[in-house]
């Protein structure tokens, strides 16, 4: 079984800075692609940024210059470093992996998300 924790979320006022942090945790054979998309409530779920195991970037326009994402491998973990926040930046964060486990499949797996509000 896998597990993506993810911590970090919070208050801040706009301008200020996050570091999100998700931890992969089972009996993972291998991880992928390692992401983070967010949710405000009556919309879709969006990609804010992904990196793939060999690192290579990609973020959305909304967070470009502002966000970094980031993977240390050796502790299955993932970092979202959001700087410069903005009011429309508040959403429920969530992480997710693509996830080879121990002697099974590949799929995608999802955290709980953490809540990240932006307002003075």
């Known amino acids: 079984q896998v597990q993506l924790v993810e911590s970090g979320g919070g208050l801040v006022q706009p301008g200020g800075s996050l570091r999100l942090s998700c931890q992969a945790s089972g009996t993972i054979f291998s991880i992928y692609a390692m992401g983070w998309y967010r949710q405000v409530p009556g919309n879709q779920r969006e990609l804010v940024a992904e990196v793939t195991s060999s690192g290579n970037t990609k973020n959305a326009d909304s967070v470009e210059g502002r966000f970094t994402i980031s993977r240390d491998n050796a502790k299955k973990t993932v970092y979202l470093q959001m700087n410069s926040l903005k009011p429309e930046d508040t959403a429920v964060y969530y992480c997710?992996?693509?996830?080879?486990?121990?002697?099974?499949?590949?799929?995608?797996?999802w955290g709980r998300g953490t809540q990240v509000t932006v307002s003075s």
């Open positions: 997710n992996a693509v996830i080879r486990v121990v002697g099974g499949n590949t799929d995608d797996y």
